[in-house]
Nanobody, 123 residues
Framework: VQLQASGGGLVQAGGSLRLSCAVSGRSFSRYNMGWFRQAPGKEREFVAA????????DYADSVKGRFTISRDNAKNTVYLQMNSLKPEDTAVYYCAAESRHRYPRSQLEYDYWGQGTLVTVSS
């Protein structure tokens, strides 16, 4: 399984971006998909997950109400729509996939990772 993230860029505070993560391989619809981010000097943190196994989405408190994770199984792609962006959202964003857990929030639970895409939010 290979993941390719894209869609990052420079945006002003209050703006929006949509990240995409294209997944190659079989049985995409049966993978739980997650987004993580890592800001300079900080540890990688959970952002959002789309859990196939329980049919629900999950968000970090810091992005709840502003970010939306979604997937298109026909295109083997997961998205992260980011609205009302803040300077503190500046980070490299990674997509990840796994199929063994019900509510995957820890990066240790994910088996496959994309290369990351940089999001910079200016004030």
């Amino acid at each position: 399984v290979q993941l390719q993230a894209s869609g990052g860029g420079l945006v002003q505070a209050g703006g929006s971006l949509r990240l995409s993560c294209a997944v190659s391989g079989r049985s995409f619809s049966r993978y739980n998909m997650g987004w993580f981010r890592q800001a300079p000097g900080k540890e990688r943190e959970f952002v959002a997950a789309d859990s196939w196994s329980v049919g629900s989405t999950d968000y970090a408190d810091s992005v709840k109400g502003r970010f939306t994770i979604s997937r298109d199984n026909a295109k083997n792609t997961v998205y992260l729509q980011m609205n009302s962006l803040k300077p503190e959202d500046t980070a490299v964003y990674y997509c990840a996939a796994e199929s063994r857990h019900r509510y995957p929030r820890s990066q240790l639970e994910y088996d496959y990772w994309g290369q990351g895409t940089l999001v910079t939010v200016s004030s």
